[in-house]
């Protein structure tokens, strides 16, 4: 890998070595940019031919919409957002590094992130990673010792058994609580109408 050059530290290079609090500043800004722009990108007409092409691509192909391009468009805005990303992880770490975000755990924690709070969400990214980064974090602590990437295999199998369980995620479960609390509303406010009426 390559180390990132010793520079003057201050906004201008956004770079320091003595404290970590305007990463997280930056982090958090760089969040919402992204946040917003996936949002924006949801409720536009692109968004529209996303959701078109990902549903029924001959469909959406009948109705004028060049899936090649707006598949084109999609990656590109994608790899746009993660070099954004990428940027921000290199000056946090001081090195550029291949194995650091291209290993097969690094892309299967993304993947998972994205599995487990809901694909095809906004939020279900946001939510996975709450979930998942702590649980990592925590099975690295009390298995990670034993040996054997004992701590890998069981974040594994509680992984597989969520995404069994719930395949729309973090994001399902909210929804469907939503949708019950909702039904039981009209279904209480209809008992009260009978009862009243």
Same mark, same amino acid.
């Given at each position: 890998g390559l180390d990132y050059p010793l520079v003057e530290e201050g906004w201008k290079n956004f770079i320091w070595y003595g404290t970590k609090k305007p990463y997280y500043y930056g982090a958090l800004i760089l969040f919402f940019i992204i946040f917003n722009v996936v949002r924006w990108?949801?409720?536009n007409r692109f968004g529209y031919y996303l959701v078109a092409v990902r549903?029924?691509?001959e469909a959406a192909e009948s109705i004028g919409i060049n899936s090649t391009i707006v598949k084109l468009m999609a990656m590109a805005t994608s790899a746009f957002l993660a070099a954004l990303? *990428?940027?921000f992880f290199v000056q946090y770490n001081f090195r550029v590094d291949p194995p650091m975000v291209m290993s097969l %755990? @690094? %892309? @299967? $924690?993304?993947?998972l992130i994205t599995i487990l709070g809901g694909a095809g969400t906004? #939020? *279900?990214p #946001?939510? *996975?990673a709450l979930v998942l980064i702590p649980l990592q974090e925590y099975s690295r602590a009390l298995w990670g010792g034993l040996g054997g990437g004992l701590d890998l295999i069981i974040f594994g199998i509680l992984i597989v058994v969520i995404v069994v369980r719930q395949p729309r995620g973090i @994001? *399902? $479960?909210i929804s469907d609580i939503k949708k019950y609390s909702q039904g039981n509303k009209?279904?209480?406010f209809n008992l009260e109408k009978a009862q009243g009426g």
């Open positions: 990108i949801e409720r549903e029924d691509q990303c *990428g940027a %755990s @690094m %892309s @299967m $924690i993304f993947v906004i #939020l *279900g #946001l939510m *996975g @994001m *399902g $479960i009209k279904i209480d």
